[in-house]
């Protein structure tokens, strides 16, 4: 299996436990908050779908790209929060036959581009193996968003590596998106799966180190938890100043979420 279909793979099974969480609602429980501030379980699902159908413009429709991102120019702060207010407003049934079909399209897209393809973005360009994972990160990230307010448990699963391997990769940009100078001092990751393998990234001899579950780097990363209630330890003032600013996905930085307490 081609790193791509792997990829894919993980996102068709990630996507699809979110459907089975939201599938059987009723109407007035797609209306239920989740911890991102104004949005429902509707405007996760909406912004998925949302964000799906850029991407498919991105690798298959120039005009229609350009036309999105003219519209991120205009309204930077904005956009994102208009269109999942719009996909929110129409019956569930329809919406989620909308994220249901943007699915399958994305991933039928990502297949068919020819080998070596680079993708536009609102940030840099990627590779269909990339986006895929990107667009995994966010299905992982908003699951969760829905999950924690259907009061309903997500087991961690090992295809988390995805989000970790962007979380790892985006350490520089997170530090450049607050206005901060990236360390150039290398920090070694060894974050553990749910299954027991343990990841590794970076120089192992590296002085600095971060270390803990692959899940709650993960949520870190995706600014779904406080730092101070996952099980990650840092060496290192460099490391330590990473998990301060972790930021996985591109946008604004984000407040994260309080402690629990």
Known sequence: MSRLEEVLADLAAEG????????????????????????????????????????IAAATDKEAWDDRVLEAIVDPDGFVDREAEAGASVPPADLLARWRGSRQTLA????????GTRIP??????????MATARFMETWAHARDVADALDVPLPPEDRVRHVVHIGVR???YSF????????????HVRPALPGGEVLAYGDPSAAQSVT???????????????RDDTDLA??????DAWLDVAQAFAGPTGDGRPPRG
């Open 16 to 55: 699809d436990r979110l459907d089975g969480l939201v599938a059987d609602l009723a109407e007035p429980a797609w209306r239920t908050p989740t911890p991102a501030a104004g949005w429902t379980v509707a405007h996760q699902v909406a912004h998925l779908a949302w964000t799906d159908e850029c991407a």
């Open 108 to 115: 039928a897209t990502l297949r068919g581009l020819p080998e």
């Open 121 to 130: 973005w609102y940030g840099p360009p990627m590779s269909a193996t990339s």
């Open 170 to 172: 985006t350490r520089d």
């Open 176 to 187: 450049r998106n607050r206005g901060l100078e990236p360390p150039a001092e290398e920090v």
């Open 212 to 226: 803990g579950s692959a899940q709650d780097f993960a949520l870190l990363v995706t600014q779904r938890v406080h």
């Open 234 to 239: 840092a060496v290192g003032a460099d490391a």
